[in-house]
C-alpha cells in the first residue's frame, strides 16, 4: 500500500545557544556514522564523521558522540547561527552480503530563533 | 571541484508516463545511488551501482529500474509513473579507491518530480 510520511522531527533554538540533535541506529554491527546537512534546494552535505572504535570527535563547532550501548548517536552544534538552519541526518554504514551502504535516519529540522 | 548533476531540478509528468532521472558524476567515482526523500522517512535507497553494468537493489526498487552503460551516468527509470512516486529524488556517488572513499558520498541537488 502506499506509505504516508511521518511528520519531520524539529528541534528549535534560540541563536547563539548550542543544540543537540540525536539519532538512533538500527544496526549494532555498523562500523561507520555520518551526520549530513541539507539546505533547503540542496542535496545533503558531509558534515562529521566517527568510526565505531570511538566515542566522541570534534569538529569545527560540532562534536559527534558515539554510544553503541544504547545505540545512540548526537550531533552538537555550539552557539548556532542563522546557517545552521537545515535537516540533518546521521547515516549508519552497514555490510549487506559484503556490499557496503550507508542507511539514513528520519531527518531533524533545525531551526534558529533570533 | 567534486560534482553530481541532476539533470532536472523539477519535473511534472502524467500517471502511466515512462521517465527517466539522470546522474552525471565527473570524479571517476565507481559507486553510484539513487535515493527517495520524503519528509519523515529520510533518504531511502532505491538502486546503486558499483560498476558499469551493474546494479544491485536497494531497499525499495519497486516501480523503478536503472542503467549504468557508462560510469560517469546513472539512470533511474519509472517505467510507468503513479503518484505514489511523488517525491525528491537524489542521486549519489563515491569512490571504492581512496582510503575512506566508500563512505563518503557527494550528493546531487535532487529532482523533485509530481506525478500527476
Known amino acids: 500500500g502506499e506509505s504516508v510520511g511521518l511528520h519531520l522531527p524539529t528541534l528549535s533554538v534560540q541563536e547563539g545557544d548550542n543544540s543537540i540533535i540525536n539519532c538512533a541506529y538500527s544496526?549494532?554491527?555498523?562500523?561507520?556514522f555520518i551526520w549530513y546537512k541539507q539546505e533547503s534546494g540542496k542535496g545533503p552535505q558531509f558534515i562529521i564523521d566517527?568510526?565505531?572504535?570511538?566515542d566522541k570527535r570534534q569538529g569545527q563547532r560540532v562534536t559527534v558522540l558515539l554510544n553503541k550501548t544504547v545505540k545512540h548517536l548526537s550531533l552538537q552544534i555550539a552557539a548556532t547561527q542563522p546557517g545552521d538552519s537545515a535537516v540533518y541526518f546521521c547515516?549508519?554504514?552497514?555490510?549487506?552480503?559484503?556490499?557496503?551502504?550507508?542507511?539514513f535516519g528520519q531527518g531533524t529540522r533545525l531551526t534558529i530563533n533570533p | 571541484d567534486v560534482k553530481v548533476t541532476q539533470s532536472s531540478r523539477y519535473l511534472v509528468k502524467r500517471t502511466g508516463e515512462k521517465v527517466f532521472l539522470e546522474c552525471v558524476q565527473d570524479?571517476?567515482?565507481?559507486?553510484m545511488f539513487w535515493y527517495r526523500q520524503d519528509p519523515g522517512l529520510g533518504l531511502r535507497l532505491i538502486y546503486f551501482?558499483?560498476?558499469?553494468?551493474?546494479?544491485e537493489k536497494g531497499d525499495i526498487p519497486e516501480g523503478y529500474s536503472v542503467s549504468r552503460e557508462k560510469k560517469e551516468r546513472f539512470s533511474l527509470i519509472l517505467e510507468s509513473a503513479s503518484t505514489n512516486q511523488t517525491s525528491m529524488y537524489l542521486c549519489?556517488?563515491?569512490?571504492?579507491?581512496?582510503?575512506?572513499?566508500?563512505?563518503?558520498?557527494?550528493f546531487g541537488s535532487g529532482t523533485r518530480l509530481t506525478v500527476v
Open positions: 549519489a556517488s563515491s569512490s571504492q579507491r581512496i582510503p575512506g572513499g566508500v563512505y563518503s558520498y557527494t
Open positions: 547515516a549508519e554504514n552497514q555490510r549487506v552480503q559484503g556490499a557496503q551502504k550507508l542507511v
Open positions: 570524479m571517476d567515482h565507481e559507486n
Open positions: 551501482s558499483y560498476d558499469v553494468k551493474m546494479k
Open positions: 566517527i568510526r565505531s572504535n570511538m
Open positions: 544496526n549494532s554491527a555498523s562500523d561507520y
